[in-house]
C-alpha cells in the first residue's frame, strides 16, 4: 500500500538519524491504518447479523400483508436499542483508541462510590441467586477520577461478574488504599466471582474488542463484547491499570489499581 515505504539506513550521521526517524514513523502510520481497517471490518462484521435479521423479520411482516405482531415488534425495539448501544460503546472505544477520551476529574472517594454501584447492581443480583459482598478495611479511598467513566468500569466488571456466575454464587468487592506496585501508590478494587472462571488461554485476549470466550456461551448473554475493551481504556486513561487471575471452574478476580491520592496533608 501506500505506507509500505522504508528507506534503507546507510550512515550513521544526522542524515542516517533523519532516515531512521522518518522509518519509525511510516511504522506507526502503518500500525494505526491495520487498527482503523481492523475496526471497520469487525464493526461490519457486528452489525450485519442484527441488521439482517430486523431487515427478514419486517419483510416478511409486509408480505404476509398483516400487521407486525406486537412480540415482534418488542423484539425488534430491544434489538434497536441493542444496536445503539454498540455504536454508543463504539464511538467511546474509538475515542479512546485514538487517545482522545476526555476526562472530568474530580476527589472521590472510592469507597462511597462502590457501597453506591453495590447496592445498584445488588437488585439483579439478588434476582440470580448471588449475593454480593463489600469490604474496605479503609475509607475513604480517595481517588483523582472521572466519576461517570469509574463507575463504568465497575458497572461493567460486577455485571461481567453476575452473568458469569451460576446461582448461588458470591461476588466480593474488596478496596485497598496505598497498595505499592512497581515503586507507585495506588488504591485498589478487586471484584471476585465464584464463576464459571476464564481458560488460561484465553486471558491474553481479554480486553481485546469483540472477544468473548467461547461464541455459544456468550452470545445469549447480550453484551456486546466491548464491555472489557472499554474498562481497560477507562483505566488505563486514569493512569492506572487492571489484573485478572481466573481458575475455570472456580472463578475470577479483576483487579482495578488506580494511583492513589498522595497523602500531602498528613
Ligand atoms: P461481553 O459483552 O461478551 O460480556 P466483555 O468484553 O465484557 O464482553 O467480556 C468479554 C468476555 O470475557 C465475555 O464474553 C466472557 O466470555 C469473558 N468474561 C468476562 N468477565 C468474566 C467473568 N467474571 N467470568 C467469566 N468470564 C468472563
Known amino acids: 500500500g501506500d505506507l509500505d515505504v522504508n528507506v534503507p539506513v546507510q550512515t ?3 542524515y542516517g538519524k533523519v532516515i531512521q ?3 519509525d514513523m511510516t511504522l506507526r502510520l502503518r500500525e494505526a491504518e491495520d487498527a482503523r481497517r481492523r475496526l471497520v471490518a469487525d464493526v461490519a462484521h457486528e452489525l450485519r447479523t442484527p441488521l439482517s435479521i430486523m431487515q427478514l423479520k419486517l419483510e416478511n411482516a ?10 415482534m415488534l418488542l423484539r425488534l425495539h430491544d434489538e434497536v436499542i441493542r444496536l445503539s448501544l454498540l455504536v454508543e460503546d463504539l464511538h467511546v472505544l474509538s475515542l479512546a483508541e485514538a487517545g482522545r477520551l476526555s476526562l472530568d476529574r474530580q476527589m472521590l472517594d472510592l469507597t462511597a462510590r462502590l457501597e453506591q454501584i453495590v447496592e445498584d447492581v445488588m437488585h439483579e443480583a439478588e434476582e440470580f441467586g448471588l449475593e454480593v459482598q463489600l ?7 480517595m481517588v483523582l477520577a472521572d466519576v461517570r ?18 446461582g448461588g454464587g458470591t461476588i466480593s468487592v474488596e478496596i485497598e488504599d496505598q497498595v505499592v506496585v512497581s515503586d507507585a501508590v495506588f488504591a485498589s478494587v478487586s471484584i471476585a466471582d465464584t464463576g464459571i472462571g476464564i481458560p488460561a488461554e484465553d486471558l491474553a485476549h481479554l480486553f481485546d474488542r469483540f472477544y468473548r470466550v467461547e ?28 489484573r485478572v487471575a481466573s481458575q475455570p471452574g472456580t472463578g475470577t478476580t479483576f483487579t482495578v489499581y488506580l494511583p492513589a491520592n498522595r497523602n500531602d496533608f498528613s
Open 62 to 71: 409486509q408480505q404476509d400483508g398483516h400487521d407486525i405482531p406486537p412480540e
Open 135 to 141: 469490604s474496605s478495611r479503609t475509607r475513604p479511598v
Open 21 to 23: 526517524t522518518f522509518n
Open 149 to 166: 467513566r469509574i463507575t463504568q468500569v465497575f458497572i461493567n466488571l460486577l455485571t461481567n461478574a453476575i452473568r458469569y456466575t451460576p
Open 215 to 242: 461464541e455459544a456461551r456468550s452470545r445469549h448473554s447480550g453484551g456486546t463484547g466491548l464491555g472489557l475493551s472499554i474498562t481497560h481504556h477507562f483505566v488505563k486513561a486514569h493512569g492506572g491499570f487492571i
Open 12 to 14: 550513521r550521521d544526522e
